[in-house]
């Protein structure tokens, strides 16, 4: 298996602009996580799906985010209009589905904020 | 609710030296515990984990972590450090009877002095 499969990379963008984080889970996992890292908050979560389905979105910081798993192969995280301060690295992650398997973590979306 | 607390942000080892990377966690239920390093620039990578059975658990590395269920502990040790072990790591515990989330600590970035 290839892994958490996250796109892009690296994103930069202006104030104000419409960024989509993009999430490929590994095939076969039913649960699938998006934290955000920054120097000052550490490792957060923001949202996490159980079969498809959001679990709990109270980390995500305000309504300018969402989140959305249309199939179990595919999940976005958008954020709408962009800030500054929105600026981290995104990390999505996938869990099988045994009870409390670990989660595996994609490379993430390095977020520049302009 | 779980939450986990390690302790120092920093430790720094000579090379050759023993690793002890120390965290706490917070239970109403025994729980879950994870160790996860971060490379930089790359996601999490799961060293070891602890879910029932034998509370020695060796990780990839030559790394291992001892569950003590007296002490709330589950701390990361390695007897010899090399310098490919400098990086952040991460400990996480979950709850086994809820959801598959973990809750990370704020991490320890590990440096290997030659």
């Known amino acids: 298996d290839a892994g958490v499969i996250q796109s892009p990379r690296h994103e930069v963008t202006e104030m104000g602009q419409e960024v989509t984080l993009r999430c490929k889970p590994i095939?076969?996992?039913?649960?699938l996580f998006w934290y955000r890292q920054t120097m000052m908050r550490g490792l957060e979560l923001l949202i996490y799906?159980?079969?498809?389905?959001?679990?709990?979105d109270s980390g995500m910081p305000e309504d300018r985010f969402s989140a959305k798993m249309p199939n179990a192969s595919f999940s976005t995280l958008k954020i709408q209009p962009s800030e500054p301060r929105d600026s981290a690295v995104y990390f999505c992650?996938?869990?099988?589905?045994?009870?409390?398997?670990?989660?595996?973590f994609g490379q993430g979306t390095r977020l520049t904020v302009v | 609710a779980q939450s986990v607390t390690q302790l120092g942000s920093h430790v720094s080892v000579s090379e050759g030296a023993l690793v002890l990377l120390r965290c706490n966690y917070s239970?109403?239920?025994?729980?879950?515990l994870f160790w996860y390093v971060q490379y930089p620039n790359q996601g999490l990578q799961l060293l070891l984990k602890?879910?029932?059975?034998?509370?020695l658990v060796k990780g990839i590395n030559g790394f291992e972590a001892e569950f003590k269920k007296s002490e709330t502990s589950f701390h990361l040790t390695k007897p010899s450090a090399h310098m490919s072990d400098a990086a952040e790591y991460f400990c996480?515990?979950?709850?086994?009877?809820?959801?598959?989330?973990?809750?990370f600590g704020t991490g320890t970035r590990l440096t290997v002095i030659p």
């Open positions: 992650a996938s869990g099988g589905r045994a009870p409390n398997t670990e989660a595996f």
């Open positions: 095939s076969g996992h039913n649960s």
């Open positions: 799906f159980n079969n498809n389905v959001p679990i709990d």
């Open positions: 239970s109403s239920v025994p729980p879950y």
């Open positions: 602890y879910t029932t059975g034998a509370t």
């Open positions: 996480a515990v979950s709850d086994p009877g809820g959801a598959n989330n973990l809750f």
